[in-house]
């Protein structure tokens, strides 16, 4: 299952050569493949909080991974090292005592654990990661670190799983292991995510279409409030039960409704005036935002970069005053870089309650924005925030390195 990507990893040449290297001094040359993996984390340009309600969303991958190189055992242990934590996880398949294990391991066992079920491993591996997605900043490096592990595992054991289950069985993996109820977005923009196209994806049935960007006129920048989310868990969980009252709520009315992706505009309006205050102004949120996905990626399939941008700045009014998932950190960076000339557009990325801010801009602009963008944050927020131009959409990749 060795993949023809010589085009694709060059980039990532330089971090497969550091791992091989990392590898060969933790677990020695040996015989055996060697499986090298990349999953990049991902930025979610239109649809916050409808893939959950079996919505529409539009991300596309960024040039930051998550890269791993494991090996198989003649035993059944497993055994990773992280040379960004400097830390070890050592265990015996199968495993139950997934809390004692370091956190960045806990998704790679919980993915090692789906696996197991459902193809039965027949020896464990060994293993060294590193990468360059941002912790906790909702640029999907749970995500990347599931994906990277699951395809990695696949090659190396020889497993056939479609690239949807793939993503399937990382976001089960997420709920059942680590215990967040995450959308399926981000495993499935990781993981069939497309070099310079974002990813218009129909989160109930996963069918999805590579959309092209149109990187020579227009870049994608991102802004690292770096606030950290401490809420983002708990408000994440409150804003799906929302959903789902107003679900309840609305199927009295059209019993086909089993999430608010099958919510229109119509039915909403005809009731929205009995629904609770804050129900009816988280459905109206998804409702609105799923119909700005399908409007963003018919603007971007016809190069309309003006109407994507609006739909972007749409979006995030949307997810601050009726999903009420913004912080006036993000508020402030979406509006400055919505003052700065050549912006097509801006808003908040992944959950909300701290993380990114995402803005697509004419390239000769940058460097205004991003000075713009520094200062202003610095005079109200005393610190300032991490920029980061995405300069190519990676891949995920394996690659077989056959030893005698
Ligand atoms: C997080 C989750 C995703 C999605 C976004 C909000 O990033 O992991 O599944 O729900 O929040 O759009």
Redesign the pocket.
């Given at each position: 299952m060795t993949h023809d990507t010589s085009s694709l990893v060059s980039d990532s040449d330089s971090r497969f050569e550091h791992l091989q290297a990392a590898f060969a001094e933790r677990f020695g040359e040996g015989p055996g493949d060697l499986v090298l993996a990349r999953a990049p984390g991902r930025v979610?340009l239109v649809g916050?909080?409808t893939?959950?309600n079996d919505g529409f969303v539009l991300p596309a991958t960024i040039d930051r991974a998550i890269y791993m190189a494991l090996r198989r055992r003649e035993d059944q242990m497993v055994h990773l090292r992280s040379l960004d934590f400097e830390e070890e996880a050592r265990y015996t398949l199968p495993e139950s005592s997934f809390r004692q294990l370091p956190k960045w391991a806990q998704y790679v066992a919980g993915v090692v654990e789906e696996l197991h079920v459902s193809h039965g491993l027949d020896s464990g591996f060994e293993g060294v990661l590193l990468g360059d997605v941002p912790l906790g900043a909702?640029l999907g490096s749970s995500a990347a670190l599931e994906v990277a592990a699951a395809e990695g595992l696949k090659d190396l054991f020889r497993i056939e799983i479609s690239p949807q289950e793939t993503a399937l069985l990382c976001q089960t993996a997420e709920h059942e292991y680590v215990g967040v109820q995450?959308?399926v977005?981000?495993q499935v923009a990781v993981r069939v995510g497309r070099a310079g196209h974002a990813l218009s994806l129909d989160c109930r049935t996963l069918d999805h279409e590579h959309v092209p960007l149109p990187l020579s006129e227009a870049n994608i920048m991102i802004a690292d409030s770096r606030v950290s989310r401490e809420l983002a868990d708990s408000k994440y969980n409150e804003r799906r039960s929302e959903c789902e009252k107003g679900v309840a709520f609305l199927r009295q009315f059209d019993d086909s409704v089993e999430a608010l992706g099958d919510v229109d505009r119509s039915l909403f309006r005809e009731h929205a005036g009995e629904m609770e205050e804050a129900i009816r102004r988280r459905c109206r949120h998804v409702i609105s935002e799923n119909e700005r996905v399908r409007e963003s990626a018919e603007a971007l399939r016809k190069g309309d970069l003006a109407a994507f941008g609006m739909l972007m700045s749409a979006s995030h009014e949307s997810l601050r005053d009726d999903y009420e998932v913004s912080i006036a950190e993000l508020d402030q960076l979406v509006t400055t870089a919505r003052n700065t000339d050549g912006v097509y557009g801006a808003r908040m990325t992944?959950?909300g309650f701290g993380g990114c801010v995402v803005c697509l801009t004419a390239d000769e602009v940058i460097p205004a924005l991003q000075k713009r963008l520094i200062e202003q944050y610095e005079k109200q927020f005393g610190r300032a925030p991490t920029l980061y131009v995405v300069e190519d959409n990676l891949e995920t990749v394996t690659l077989n390195q056959s030893r005698a």
């Open positions: 979610n916050g909080h893939d959950y909702g995450c959308g977005m981000d992944g959950a």
